[in-house]
């Protein structure tokens, strides 16, 4: 078996015993809080995740575009939830598609939208189950609280659609600098969707599903009541925003990158082949500088460019041009959609490739 | 043939007509000051475009990683500069079976570095040909003026190789503000690896090219006089960037993204469904806000997530659930890297699918 000391660099390593622990872990918490796990597989992008995920009990998968989930059903995942305010007939024709062969539930946010869809399910003689998008606080898409019951019921009156549930997405939480602050955006962001589920049920809708996300909120946001699923991505890898955040511990990042410095012109600078290509340019965080921490070494990433990393070296620290340096990124969801292959590894083995199968799906 | 209003969004398009024409224009103005282009293809990473590079009279491509040199010599490209500072025997070996097909150059800026090459040569009785990386002010690699003839003869007495050129990349010019300081870059650009590489002569070593890059420089330097070849690639699609930059005009961006409003939850708030996985969150140059622009309308790209591109809309502007836009990105080449194909049109006709062969090719 082939060592990581070979591969060649820059490569992503996935460490299967951190993965398959933290795995473990959340399906543990979501069933110790009574909730469904449905985790979104926009981190890893993996077929070989996903069925871990579901081996260990989640009841399917979150996924952001129809073409995630045309890979993911392809498959043979067929339990799929689209989390995104989907739009438009051409996505609806794929979506009554996937419905065909899995069980599927989207996203909607507003009557237009939710209204494309529900065509091409009605002109089929179709229902599609559709959930409304909660914004609890993050201020991107969905609609705000005291506007839900009276866009709920438009959507619930369109033909071709079964309204059954609600969802959020406490993005927010990465912009809090502190526990307590991650803490009070999760209680919010449960709160928020169970009152929302009550006033639509109180309205005469039938609401199921009442679901929350995100790695930072999820430990504390399903246990609140009402709350009866959880759709944390990043938690399988972790990274660099996750340990700023205290979201975890630095072993239990499972995605780092190994990289080869490749010039070292002064004393205070090295180069990695590691650039923007492989790391992504996202920030650290909920604040912070650099673009990924050089592992046990006195040095971190001050610049990108697509090709360079280049690294601001401590005094007393020394890079040699051909040596080998293991990354943990920012952000680790974007590093998967820019590699077409990650390397699963225990310890120092690698123990297979595993090609990211919903890579680059963007529609 | 399909409309560009029909294509699944999000969705890279190209204008070939705008392509077509930076493409001579750059051919011909290395023409006229009688350097040879070498033109970067980092920026579309296409066969496509490269053929039409070389069909304008480009003596060969440059590339920035071994594996992305693989790609265009199996397609055929004959001719190629790995314009990078490549490290290592495992890529060592891959060069010397490309060298057995093709043309090729490759980059060197330290001794170290330029031995784990020249070994793997040596071995095999070859020599492959190099060029010396010089530091002209970027401050990312490549070696100071001043220590160049140091480095140059001891990397020329190395076996397995031949150092045939110097090379520099005025990168810093995104830098720059105002259009005199970056023709004072692209001044000292090409005055400096000039010098160089009379300091080289002097000292007795063969030195045939002198090759400058990057778009915003490539007009002045290449007139400078000593430089024998330009490296630019953004060129043939320029971006927001480039437009900031004063580069180019916003009718000569050849690039663009059609993406679909996907929810319009507040007045002043429009979000499509083109984010950082499509637009990537690369800045914009030399400096400025947002993450590309929305052509023709009041709105700037204000946030991005990974599938949603929030807009800030302005006062009497409106955005419809459902409507398609068109996004200028900051940055064309790392646009490139995140999609598997684009979308060649002609007007509002898309008349091809091109796949991105080069695309996430990090080793």
Chains 1, 2 share one sequence.
Request: charged residues 25%; contains cysteine; aromatic residues 4%.
């Amino acid at each position: 078996m082939p060592s990581v000391n070979d591969v060649a660099t820059p490569a992503v390593l996935i460490d299967v015993d951190v993965l398959e622990r933290n795995i473990a872990r959340m399906a543990e918490r979501a069933r110790a809080a009574g909730v469904a796990l449905r985790p979104h597989a926009k981190t890893h992008k993996l077929l070989e995740v996903g069925r871990r995920q579901l081996a260990a009990g989640a009841r399917g998968l979150s996924l952001a575009k129809t073409s995630e989930a045309e890979v993911f059903a392809a498959a043979g995942f067929d339990d799929i939830f689209v989390a995104y305010p989907v739009v438009g007939a051409d996505k609806g024709r794929r979506l009554l598609a996937l419905a065909e062969k899995i069980r599927l539930a989207v996203g909607v946010d507003s009557v237009e939208g939710a209204r494309t869809l529900g065509d091409v399910f009605a002109a089929a003689s179709r229902r599609l189950d559709v959930r409304l998008k909660i914004d609890s606080g993050l201020h991107r898409v969905g609609v705000l609280p005291e506007q839900a019951v009276g866009v709920a019921r438009a959507i619930a009156e369109l033909p071709g659609l079964r309204l059954t549930g609600v969802f959020t997405h406490a993005g927010h939480a990465y912009g809090e600098t502190r526990p307590e602050g991650v803490a009070a955006v999760a209680q919010h962001e449960g709160k928020t969707v169970a009152a929302v589920a009550d006033a639509l049920r109180r309205d005469g809708l039938e609401i199921g599903e009442v679901s929350v996300g995100s790695t930072p909120t999820a430990r504390e946001a399903m246990t609140v009541k009402g709350v009866t699923e959880c759709r944390p991505g990043n938690y399988v890898y972790c990274d660099a925003s996750q340990v700023s955040l205290g979201t975890c511990a630095l072993e239990e990042c499972a995605m780092t990158v190994v990289a080869t410095v490749v010039s070292a012109p002064a004393p205070d600078r090295a180069v990695l082949d590691a650039g923007s290509k492989t790391l992504s340019t996202d920030p650290l965080r909920p604040r912070g500088e650099g673009h990924g921490w050089v592992i046990g070494r006195k040095a971190r990433l001050s610049k990108l460019s697509e090709e360079h990393g280049v690294l601001a070296v401590e005094p007393g620290e020394r890079f040699r041009v051909g040596e080998r340096v293991r990354v943990l990124p920012n952000h680790a969801c974007v590093v998967s959609n820019l590699h077409d292959r990650v390397l699963a590894v225990r310890g120092e083995t690698v123990e297979a490739e595993w090609r990211v199968a919903a890579r680059g799906r963007v529609e």
